[in-house]
């Protein structure tokens, strides 16, 4: 098979409507490499940095309530710091770069996807994107 390892995949492919920040950036604990009291960072098998993590929040109107909010696990050797939150929004809009998704089975026999980034950025509309429809999105 030519597909080996996580495949690449564009931040418009993963949320063509934008997502927001919905939490903090920490650490991804490893779980095997940790014991009783001593925490562990999980690093990337493929890269070897450090991982991170933050839960964001898919605004395609179409998801259902438990499917909006995702982890995205995001590879750097220092904690990404969030974008700066954007006045008259509850939530921080942010996009990704050097997204990969690997899909996996999860403890429920349903098919899932983890989802990682090389780089968080601050959101190029500042918005949600845009619908496709809209005289803003054409332009």
């Given at each position: 098979m030519a597909i080996q390892g996580p495949i690449p995949v564009t931040f418009a492919q993963v949320f063509p409507h934008g997502c927001y920040s919905v939490g903090d950036v920490e650490p991804v604990k490893d779980f095997e490499a940790?014991?009783?009291?001593?925490?562990?960072q999980s690093r990337d098998k493929q890269t070897g940095e450090l991982v991170w993590q933050i839960p964001v929040m898919d605004a395609d109107p179409s998801l259902k309530a438990a499917q909006k909010t995702v982890a995205v696990k995001i590879l750097a050797p220092v904690q990404p710091v969030p974008p700066a939150s954007v006045a008259?929004?509850?939530?921080?809009?942010?996009?990704?770069?050097g997204l990969t998704i690997t899909p996996y089975?999860?403890?429920s026999g349903r098919l899932a996807y983890s989802i990682k980034a090389r780089q968080m950025l601050t959101s190029r509309t500042n918005t949600a994107a845009?619908?496709?429809?809209s005289k803003e999105a054409a332009a």
């Open positions: 940790s014991t009783n009291g001593r925490f562990v008259g929004l509850p939530f921080t809009p942010v996009e990704f770069d089975v999860n403890g845009k619908p496709t429809g």
